[in-house]
């Protein structure tokens, strides 16, 4: 024993080595780990095989179809949305910009058929036109609205709208997780510091007594897989809460779920669910004809309504044919303004629809194995790769350990 110990004194600094470098070893590799985890963001080098790519953004449509099932199974459905819409304050929020339109779109519509009869007509018989447009023109945008939420599985996709801007801006599901799981991966780093020094000093001490040419690789790789391994678990288990003695334990994600779900509500309202995105959703979305169709349809009635007056008069001077042609240019005007027109109802609906505080509250109520789902499949997918690099990178240092410094 005394040789053992007249040994390690010494070499002390060297043996007092091995728990500062498996410490960093430990370290070093978890926060490898999480960085492979989000980077690249695009694939890095020769497809499929040499090469990486960031596991999130490489799983995109898989994390994005992931957090639309939370969103829509537990937090909010399509229906509940538009239901938060009062399809008169629509119309009276758009009062103003269709006001500021119709008199562009009658005179392109006039001026593109009947440009001759047009310029004839006296300015009070345009003024009386433009009035009667403007006057029906919300009543119009309200029947539209109502035909939208009375037949929404057949007008609008939300799962749709969620995955497809996921997935065309990998940055911003990157930023989702790392927002929401910003603690837990501060801590994978953290724990491969702590779990490193102290698999090192058991290093130390089988060094003292043992010196096989095996140990400092195998030790090596231990290190770098169970500090991976280890800080994964404690992030999700346990899910309820456990005491023992004076000690509360319970997953550090699982403990954080109240002000996870202050996040998660906040990014989502803010670069997912947002008016806009949903109101692309209805414009571009797959169930975008149906709209177009469903718009047109009262579009044309409303012209036959507003001309029911004078139509003789219409058809007579401009020709039947001439006057269906002015009804559909009249539906394809207001479709083509419509991205723009509809911005104005943006801050109404942001209020209307309140969905930071939705989501934020319902994702407080979650059950343990449904809150859980929101983070855990970041991990999941591909964690087997993970927990290789980081016992691979652990081997290596191992091996350096051996051929270097006890050489």
Not at 172 to 190: D, P, S, W, Y
Request: glycine share 6%.
């Amino acid at each position: 024993m005394e040789a053992y110990i007249n040994e390690f004194a010494d070499n002390i600094w060297l043996y007092l080595s091995m728990p500062l470098i498996s410490a960093v070893v430990g370290y070093a590799t978890n926060v490898i780990a999480i960085k492979m985890m989000f980077y690249p963001v695009e694939f890095f080098g020769k497809p499929p095989l040499l090469g990486w790519q960031g596991i999130i953004p490489r799983r995109a449509a898989k994390m994005a179809a992931i957090s639309v099932d939370t969103i829509t199974t537990h937090l909010i459905t399509q229906e509940e949305i538009f239901d938060r819409l009062d399809p008169d304050r629509v119309a009276g929020e758009l009062e103003p910009a269709l006001n500021n339109m119709i008199e562009d779109v009658v005179d392109s519509i006039m001026g593109q058929h009947e440009p001759g009869l047009w310029e004839s007509m006296p300015e009070m018989v345009k003024r009386q036109v433009y009035k009667r447009v403007k006057k029906e023109a919300p009543s119009l945008i309200s029947d539209i609205m109502k035909q939208i939420k009375i037949n929404i599985a057949q007008m609008y996709d939300l799962e749709d709208m969620v995955i497809t801007n996921l997935t065309k801006d990998k940055s911003l599901l990157n930023r989702i997780f790392q927002e929401v799981g910003a603690a837990e991966f501060k801590f994978i780093g953290r724990s491969g510091l702590y779990f490193g020094g102290i698999f090192g000093t058991f290093q130390m001490i089988a060094w003292v007594f043992y010196k096989g040419s095996w140990l400092l690789p195998v030790f090596g790789l231990a290190v770098g897989y169970a500090t991976n391994w280890i800080a994964l678990q404690m992030i999700f288990n346990p899910k309820e809460l456990m005491r023992f003695g004076p000690f509360n334990v319970q997953g550090l994600f699982m403990k954080r779920q109240d002000e996870v779900a202050r996040d998660y509500g906040r990014l989502v309202s803010s670069y997912v669910l947002t008016p806009a995105n949903i109101i692309e959703g209805i414009l571009k979305g797959p169930y975008s004809d149906k709209v177009f169709a469903m718009i047109g349809k009262h579009v044309q009635k409303a012209v036959d309504e507003q001309t029911s007056f004078a139509k003789p008069f219409v058809t007579f001077a401009v020709g039947t044919q001439n006057y269906r042609d002015m009804k559909e240019c009249a539906v394809s005007e207001l479709v083509s303004r419509l991205p723009e027109t509809l911005k104005h109802i943006e801050n109404y609906a942001n209020d209307a629809l309140d969905l930071e505080n939705t989501l934020s509250t319902r994702l407080q109520s979650l059950k343990p194995e449904e809150f859980e789902s929101m983070l855990r499949p970041a991990f999941e997918q591909d964690e087997w790769i993970l927990i290789a690099v980081g016992a691979f990178l652990g081997f290596l240092v191992g091996v350096f350990q051996l051929l270097v410094m006890f050489s």
